[in-house]
Each structure stands twice: as C-alpha cells, then as structure tokens.
C-alpha cells in the first residue's frame, strides 16, 4: 500500500469549507483513495473513496490531481459537528474477499465557532 | 443510512466471566468485521466473517471467538476475559468486494477489571 502524508492538525472557520490534504505520491494505478474520520470517543465514519475521478457524496467532496500523487478532501460548510481526526487511506481495489482498515496519524480537525 | 449498533456502549466485567459482545446491521451486508482499538496501537482486526457461519481470524484473534448465526448479527466473544482485553471494540460491516468502505458502529469500551 502507498505510503500517505497529511497535515497533523488544521483549524477551520465555522460555515466555511475545509480543506484537508493528503499526499501520496508513490500510489500506483490500481489503488484508491479512501478518506475516513473518527470523531472523539465514537467508531470511526467511512466518507468517500475515489479512484482518479472527482467524487461528491452527501458528506463531501474529494479531488485527485490528474497525476494521482495528491488528493483533498473538501467539507463545503464545516460545523462544529466536523471536528474530529481526518485519515487519508492508499489501498489496492479487490473484487472480491476483504480488507482490513489501519489508519495512519491522521489530521485533526478543529472547527472554530 | 447504513446503520451498525452494538449491545452496549460501555461494559464493565471482572477478570474470568464470559463477555458477549453483539453487532447487528441492517443493510444485507456479506463482511462483518470486529476490530479494537487502543491508543498507540492503532486499529486491529481481530476476526472477519464474509457469510453466515463463516469466520476467518484476523491479526489478533486469541483469547477471542465469533459466531454469525444470522446475515445482520456478528458476536465476538471473550471465553474468560483478561485485564488485557480492556479496549474499545468496534464492529464493522461492508458489501462483499467494496475493499475498505467499512460502515462502523459506535463502539464498546469494555473494562476488565
């Protein structure tokens, strides 16, 4: 799996977009870009997973660069709700069986009121 | 919604006893999974089910068994609980093939006292 760096804390304005970015700059073709979060004291929240296209989901939107070495994660109108530890994940895609999920160090999010 | 729940968000139970701990999910999902989490550590994947009565171990699967009698139910159970099994446990559940977009539950802090 592709190694990933993110910015161990960012801090965001309430009602404004945050964004949160992830380099992964040895990622090969077959690996997606998965992005979860874990709010303090709860289980950890799948939001999106992408491969090289843009993808939008209710939660958020995420961009990867036409090079695939760098994604961000956008959060269009943060609430304090937000605030919690963002990890980026590099895996392989499989058709089939499973794959555990391992969090790296994360980025912590801090939504100001 | 994806909804995951577990019996219980906080347990507390003395070294020796029998602990069962329950995950149901209600989105007709093949996987489920049961992992910890302890600080400095990281997530750990103690077993995974892909089917009813179909188990495989994960990283860290002694001291600890499963069973899936039902598609939507996962139990993880502690045969004689050890101070060292103090954790949180989260369940997770995804469609077959869907790699690490993993739907969480909320979690249980178990102590062994």
């Known amino acids: 799996d592709a190694k990933t760096t993110q910015p161990p804390s960012m801090d965001c304005a309430e009602g404004r977009a945050a964004n949160l970015p992830c380099n992964h700059s040895?990622?090969?073709?077959?690996?997606?870009v998965y992005w979860y979060r874990q709010i303090h004291s709860q289980g950890p929240q799948y939001i999106i997973h992408?491969?090289?296209n843009n993808e939008t989901n209710e939660m958020a939107s995420l961009i990867i660069t036409e090079d695939r070495k760098s994604s961000t994660l956008i959060l269009p109108h943060a609430t304090l709700r937000d605030t919690a530890v963002y990890y980026c994940?590099?895996?392989?895609?499989?058709?089939?069986?499973?794959?555990?999920?391992?969090f790296g160090t994360g980025t912590k999010l801090q939504v100001i009121p | 919604d994806v909804k995951v729940t577990q019996s219980s968000r906080y347990l507390v139970k003395r070294t020796g006893e029998k602990v069962f701990l329950e995950c149901v999910q209600d989105?007709?999902?093949?996987?489920m999974f049961w992992y910890r989490q302890d600080p400095g550590l990281g997530l750990r994947l103690i077993y995974f089910?892909?089917?009813?009565?179909?188990?495989e171990k994960g990283d860290i699967p002694e001291g600890y068994s499963v069973s899936r009698e039902k598609k939507e139910r996962f139990s993880l159970i502690l045969e004689s609980a050890s101070t060292n099994q103090t954790s949180m446990y989260l369940c997770?559940?995804?469609?077959f093939g869907s790699g690490i977009a993993q739907y969480f539950g909320p979690g249980t802090r178990l102590t062994v006292l």
């Open positions: 997770a559940s995804s469609f």
């Open positions: 040895t990622i090969s073709g077959n690996e997606y």
């Open positions: 992408g491969l090289k």
């Open positions: 994940i590099v895996r392989v895609g499989i058709s089939g069986g499973y794959q555990k999920v391992t």
């Open positions: 989105m007709d999902h093949e996987n």
């Open positions: 089910s892909y089917d009813v009565k179909m188990k």
